[in-house]
Nanobody, 121 residues
Framework: QVQLVESGGGLVRPGDSLRLSCAAS????????MGWYRQAPGKQRELVAR???????NYADSVKGRFTISRDNAKNTVYLQMNSLKPEDTAVYYC???????????????WGQGTQVTVSS
């Protein structure tokens, strides 16, 4: 069993900052890429940021320069530092990780339960 547990969402004002965390636990052999996605009401889920096991990152154009993704491999945790938040950043944010549970097994994508981020004055 593998679980991804997110934390750090909330209600903030435009221009504020938030830091999301996502910890993977359970039967884990290795974790490849980890990422953050978001889904606003009435919209499709979209990639926000992604980080490889080696630390390479990529971001959605809408968050470049404002958001920073990082990971702590020793803790199986990925973070999303969100600065200069805008109302259009309001969404449910989901953590995603590509996890191999055994050395001989396949890699599967796992998702967290989501955490709400609301940016409003």
């Amino acid at each position: 069993q593998v679980q991804l547990v997110e934390s750090g969402g909330g209600l903030v004002r435009p221009g504020d900052s938030l830091r999301l965390s996502c910890a993977a636990s359970g039967s884990i052999f290795s974790i490849n890429a980890m990422g953050w996605y978001r889904q606003a009401p009435g919209k499709q889920r979209e990639l926000v940021a992604r980080i490889s096991s080696g630390g390479s990152t990529n971001y959605a154009d809408s968050v470049k320069g404002r958001f920073t993704i990082s990971r702590d491999n020793a803790k199986n945790t990925v973070y999303l530092q969100m600065n200069s938040l805008k109302p259009e950043d309001t969404a449910v944010y989901y953590c995603n990780a590509a996890i191999r549970r055994t050395s001989w097994g396949s890699e599967y994508n796992y998702w967290g339960q989501g955490t709400q981020v609301t940016v409003s004055s």
